[in-house]
């Protein structure tokens, strides 16, 4: 079966198209800014459209623009092609991307909004020691548990802490979706934000 990954929760966005486990066309690009723009002419110029019968989009957390413009896309796409749509956790990605060529244990930090950071803890590969977290970069510091830090925070906080960490500068990125176990893929779609919402109810008078 083919699978089209598209990955825009960050300033990265990303397609790729696989056959199984072997990627047969992929497109990276950061453009902070205009995904919606930039994403379907992306997935247009893979073999045949990025036709596929599977489609895996990240949940986020991340932009909450871009996990709002990928999940929209790949629901299209889906209902058009009538594929199966399944989705995975941004750090998670980023997490697999950092455990080659070998799994290690690492800690995945990205930014958040105001000023926080998003960090989770993978013991091995793309299995999580916790939940994700949107955190002060002084409460992430006392978070982080492992010696390698992945994301695009993770020389900030490698600086902070001062112990010899190694930072690796990563982003998420849609042709490394084979890395991702099947157990970390999902059909509920909800998106991953991180943190509680900034608009509070109103409390009646």
Not at 40 to 52: H, Q, T, Y
Not at 125 to 154: F, K, M, W, Y
């Amino acid at each position: 079966m083919l699978t089209l990954a598209i990955d825009c929760a960050t300033e990265a966005c990303s397609v790729a198209l696989f056959d199984g486990t072997a990627l047969l066309d992929g497109r990276f690009e950061l453009i902070n800014r205009g995904h919606a723009e930039r994403l379907v002419p992306m997935i247009a110029e893979l073999p045949d459209k990025g036709r596929a019968g599977r489609i895996l989009v990240s949940l986020g957390p991340g932009s909450f623009t871009g996990v709002r413009i990928g999940l929209a896309a790949a629901r299209a796409l889906g209902l058009a092609w009538g594929a199966t749509v399944l989705g995975y956790p941004t750090l998670t990605m980023v997490a697999a991307r950092a455990s080659q060529p070998r799994p290690r244990p690492v800690t995945v930090c990205m930014a958040g909004g105001h000023g926080e950071y998003f960090i989770q803890n993978f013991a091995t590969g793309t299995q999580g020691d916790d939940q994700v977290r949107s955190l002060s970069p002084e409460e992430a510091a006392l978070a982080c548990s492992h010696h390698v830090i992945a994301g695009n925070r993770a020389r900030e906080l490698a600086e902070m802490l001062g112990d010899g960490r190694i930072a690796l500068d990563l982003l998420p990125d849609a042709r490394a979706a084979c890395l991702l176990h099947e157990s970390r893929l999902t059909a509920d779609l909800t998106p991953i934000y991180g943190r509680p919402p900034d608009a509070k109810p109103q409390v009646k008078a």
